[in-house]
DNA sequence: AGCACGCCGACT
DNA sequence: GTCGGCGTGCTC
């Protein structure tokens, strides 16, 4: 009997509703050269429409099926994704709710996507006259053609359903090809970023541009900023012209009929890559650091799966035993992977790490052009490197023979994904330890509770650095009540402590950072006389002020305004408000006259210069005081700051998460820490209104223990990782009542799951509805609900099941409803 | 999500 | 009789 080849895909198409393997028929020509892991395109649905599929496995010898469709085209030579990695792909889906194609996406670089279109075409030979004869009565099928001459003679699926709206232009279409007047084609186009992006130029003399768009200012205010610009600049990119305009690329493509504006393509220049440097040699390790690499280096040799907390305090020297033991893996033949929080505040590490393994290090982060990171890929498959560092997504490096992996600043909220698929890095870095035999190492000054509570459980081995590099002391660190200041009459937010340390250390000659950590610290904007903030009209947030295009903006949809010159609601005087950093600089100008105040925050940093040249005045031309949020906190040290403020400690403390305490000890340590690196003896001042919280006394003492102890019985008490875990099920709509509606009806059959004896023992807690913390985006309601649970397999299978028919319910329609575990708000 | 099929009202 | 709007069900 005749039997064929059938191949396995996962679909981009697919949604998680739908997701699973789909067969399709290999066609002969393929069968020699098509591997799992390698991507390909196919018709899918009813409308056969093109989707990529990658391939997770074969299956011969099956009957042939009419239904069975057949791969089209190949769009590798290679397998972009190995067995393990395909294996990590199918695990990532079970663990977070996602689609084994979002998975994969995660897994690749931008730069190797394709972007499948679907185009319809005139066919040869078929004028004007004769289309419309086809069309006939049907209005639809005349617009569509009107819109396809007047592209060109062709135009893709997705412009014609945008210019429909609503309605479906499918029917016609399909009118149009099968009386052979449309032929469909399919263009694969690689993925955005490539090495060149879109250019604006002037098409006519500036002047003349200028006198065409004048008139009608008031009209088309849009039209006339883009000119105003462009005559300013000759040419500026799209993306660029548009964040500073408000324009969208709709405004461009009307200045192109008009003939006022030229879009081009240029070639966009390759960054330069990591400043060469030196090779060193291997670093030296005191006692306690070659106890800690002795140790992690036999459980590295073990080949076995092995994970180790490395707490170190600041500046006990992780990195020299990182390098030590990345030397020893790459000396057995293996590969690591070294993740980190932000590229953009570790300089220094990637300066070590070069200097150390050269040209065998790739590095990987959000910033590269699609390009350069499609080369390190590139490197990092080929084995031409052997070390990977990066963020976040880096911990996906395909890397054979992998025998390390490395957190460092494990708590860190960076290394969990907010997009879908909202993984974990830790997670899967653990997943691809256990899967090639390789040592996990999670290094920290301040463990997250749950791993410390691990590593005390002795799940994870436990390595600790406890002295500072040359034996430095901790700064000194005092408690600033501003409930006293305000008591005696000091409504600034510069309590007398500080002011004095500032005086002394101003005298001294020595520089000051303070600290401001206010989370998204950005700018708004709030009415003098009314206190109306301006709001997004579709979301529920209030916009922040861009002052690099003096517009006001929202982080969620994009919107954006210009500023205006008064208050909408009543026509008062408008005032920043915000980071308050702006007004802690006022106010230490007023305070300190003649001397010079460093402001860093997102307004300074993007306006202006990167903070990496902010720092560096800072440092070099020692500038007395900085002010800054976040990004002051880590990296670079300064031999001659040894005054550290922290303006209002309770900030990021009492939010509504269970891991604020967690956040803000980890940040007043880092921050303190930041006094003294030198040899001079630091010292710190908190500002609180709230000088007895013990999260605030133990980061003033640098008592990660005694913090630990208790934050671990609040937990316990609580219900909250690392006892449980908490899966947030959101849905969202237009309509409030309808998303209510769906979580209530999600509620109950949760609960009804809960009933069951298999889940009884568990002790889950079902929590909610409640708004989610940004409740309205786009127009679309927010709600959620919170099952804090242990997380096992079969809850995990429960929650996937729950979702999955909330997604196909008639009852749910416009509504989606999606998961996440342990969410960051 | 995106597409086709089928039903039904409006217009011719 | 069409055309087009809308609800329902499936995707190899």
């Not at 390909?40 to 069975?68: H, M, S, W, Y």
């Not at 790459?330 to 590229?343: C, F, K, N």
């Not at 994870?460 to 590099?469: A, E, G, K």
């Not at 889950?764 to 927010?782: F, T």
Request: glycine residues 6%.
């Amino acid at each position: 009997m005749d039997t064929v080849a059938v191949a396995k895909l996962a679909l981009s198409a697919a949604t998680y509703a739908i997701d699973r393997p789909y067969d399709y028929q290999v066609p002969r020509e393929l069968a020699d050269t098509l591997r799992p892991g390698m991507r390909v395109v196919v018709p899918f649905g009813a409308g056969n429409r093109r989707t990529e599929g990658i391939v997770l496995a074969f299956e011969d010898g099956r009957p042939p099926d009419p239904k069975r469709k057949t791969i089209l085209t190949l769009l590798d030579e290679e397998p972009v994704l190995d067995a393990e990695a395909l294996q990590l792909a199918l695990w990532m889906r079970e663990r977070w709710f996602c689609t084994v194609y979002d998975a994969a996406r995660a897994m690749l670089p931008a730069g190797l996507y394709f972007s499948l279109q679907d185009r319809y075409a005139v066919a040869p030979g078929i004028d004007r006259e004769t289309a419309y004869a086809s069309a006939g009565k049907s209005e639809h099928a005349r617009r569509i053609l009107e819109l396809i001459f007047a592209s060109g003679g062709s135009a893709e699926r997705r412009q014609i359903r945008e210019a429909f709206g609503i309605k479906d232009p499918n029917p016609a279409l399909r009118q149009l090809t099968d009386h052979g007047v449309l032929q469909l084609e399919t263009s694969a186009e690689r993925g955005v970023g490539d090495k060149t992006e879109q250019v604006a130029v002037l098409a006519v003399p500036a002047e003349e541009a200028m006198a065409q768009v004048t008139p009608k200012r008031r009209s088309a205010p849009l039209r006339y900023a883009v000119i105003e610009l462009l005559a300013a600049l000759g040419s500026a990119s799209s993306k660029e012209l548009c964040y500073f305009t408000g324009a969208s690329s709709a405004t461009l493509r009307s200045l192109t009929k008009s003939g006022l504006v030229r879009l081009e393509r240029r070639e966009v220049f390759r960054r330069v890559r990591v400043p060469e440097v030196e090779s060193a040699p291997p670093p030296e390790l005191n006692e306690q650091q070659q106890a800690a690499f002795e140790g992690l280096s036999a459980l590295a040799a073990a080949g076995k799966p092995a994970a180790a907390l490395l707490y170190g305090v600041t500046g006990s020297g992780k990195t020299q035993v990182y390098i030590r033991l990345i030397r020893q893996v790459l000396d057995r033949g293996r590969t690591a992977i070294v993740l980190v929080p932000e590229i953009a505040l570790t300089p220094q590490l990637l300066r070590s790490f070069t200097a150390q393994f050269g040209d065998a290090v790739a590095v990987l982060h959000s910033s590269l052009r699609a390009g350069e990171r499609y080369d390190e890929w590139k490197r990092l498959r080929t084995g031409k490197a052997r070390v990977a560092i990066g963020t976040r997504s880096a911990v996906f490096a395909p890397l054979k023979d992998l025998g390390l992996v490395i957190l460092d600043e494990e708590q860190e909220a960076t290394y969990k994904s907010e997009n879908v698929p909202k993984y974990h890095a830790r997670d899967v870095a653990k997943y691809r330890c256990t899967q090639s035999g390789a040592l996990l190492v999670l290094g920290s000054a301040t463990p997250s509770v749950e791993s410390m509570y691990l590593a005390r459980t002795g799940v994870y081995h436990c390595f600790t650095l406890s002295r500072r590099y040359n034996e430095q002391a901790l700064p000194a660190v005092f408690i600033a009540d501003m409930k006293e200041e305000l008591r005696a009459g000091n409504g600034t937010s510069l309590s007398l402590p500080l002011r004095q340390a500032l005086e002394e250390t101003l005298r001294a000659g020595e520089q000051s950072i303070l600290f401001l950590n206010r989370r998204g610290a950005s700018r708004m904007v709030s009415c003098g006389e009314c206190g109306a903030v301006p709001t997004c009209p579709r979301c529920s947030v209030h916009l922040t002020y861009h002052s690099a295009n003096g517009r006001l903006m929202c982080h969620y949809c994009g919107h954006s305004e210009r500023l205006p010159a008064a208050c909408p609601a009543c026509g008062g005087t408008l005032n920043f408000i915000g980071a308050g950093t702006q007004k802690v600089q006022e106010e230490l100008e007023a305070a300190f006259p003649g001397i010079t105040v460093l402001r860093m925050d997102t307004d300074t940093v993007s306006a202006t210069q990167s903070h990496e040249k902010l720092l560096s005045r800072f440092e070099k031309e020692k500038i007395p005081i900085l002010v800054g949020t976040q990004m002051v906190a880590k990296g670079l040290d300064f031999e001659n700051v040894t005054l550290v403020g922290v303006v209002s400690a309770d900030l990021s403390l009492y939010v509504d998460d269970y891991r604020a305490g967690e956040r803000t000890f980890s940040l007043l340590t880092q921050v303190v820490g930041r006094a003294g690196r030198g040899n001079k003896k630091g010292r710190a001042i908190v500002q609180t209104y709230t000088p007895e919280n013990d999260v605030i006394l133990c980061a003033a003492r640098q008592d990660y223990d005694r913090f630990y102890e208790q934050e671990i019985v609040l937990r316990r008490l609580r219900g909250c990782p690392p006892f449980r875990d908490l899966f947030v099920v959101t849905a969202s709509g237009l309509s409030e009542s309808a998303v209510l509606k769906t979580c209530m009806r999600l509620r109950r059959s949760l609960e009804d799951w809960l009933e069951r004896p298999e889940f009884r023992a568990l002790e889950a807690q079902v929590l909610g509805p409640a708004p989610a913390s940004v409740a309205k985006v786009n127009d679309r309601y927010r709600y959620r609900l919170t099952l804090a649970c242990r997380n096992t397999r079969a809850v995990r299978a429960m929650v996937a099941h729950l979702v999955r028919c909330a997604q196909k319910d008639k009852e749910n329609k416009g509504v989606s409803v999606s998961a996440d575990v342990d969410p960051l708000d």
